[in-house]
């Protein structure tokens, strides 16, 4: 069984740092694409970033340049390094994970991932 479990969520002022991170179990598929999501509320769920099992990452043009997805293969542990953070990224952030054909890029469209966490709070105040 897949578990997705996030965490390092928190409250934080405009031009501050947050680390996420999501701890992976029961996930044995050799290929795959992993992800972080967020949603605002009274908005859709949007994709953030992804990176798939041989480490090529895609962005939301958004946090490009400000957001850096990453995964430790030995702790099965996705991160996403978050700087310059905006009020506008004020979201419950997810982790998601979902199997893919070896020669498949990644995208990052909710609808595409098979599993998620429960999400973690971020909070930017101005």
């Known amino acids: 069984q897949v578990q997705l479990v996030e965490s390092g969520g928190g409250s934080v002022q405009a031009g501050g740092s947050l680390r996420l991170s999501c701890a992976a179990s029961?996930?044995?598929?050799?290929?795959?694409?992993m992800g972080w999501f967020r949603q605002a509320p009274g908005k859709e769920r949007e994709g953030v970033a992804a990176?798939?099992?041989?480490?090529?990452?895609v962005y939301a043009h958004s946090v490009k340049g400000r957001f850096t997805i990453s995964k430790d293969n030995a702790k099965n542990t996705l991160y996403l390094q978050m700087n310059s953070l905006k009020p506008e990224d004020t979201a419950m952030y997810y982790c998601?994970?979902?199997?893919?054909?070896?020669?498949?890029?990644?995208?990052?469209?909710?609808?595409?991932?098979?599993?998620w966490g429960q999400g973690t709070q971020v909070t930017v105040s101005s």
């Open positions: 029961g996930y044995t598929y050799s290929s795959y694409c």
């Open positions: 998601a994970a979902t199997p893919v054909r070896s020669s498949d890029p990644c995208y990052i469209a909710p609808s595409l991932y098979a599993y």
């Open positions: 990176i798939d099992s041989d480490g090529s990452t």
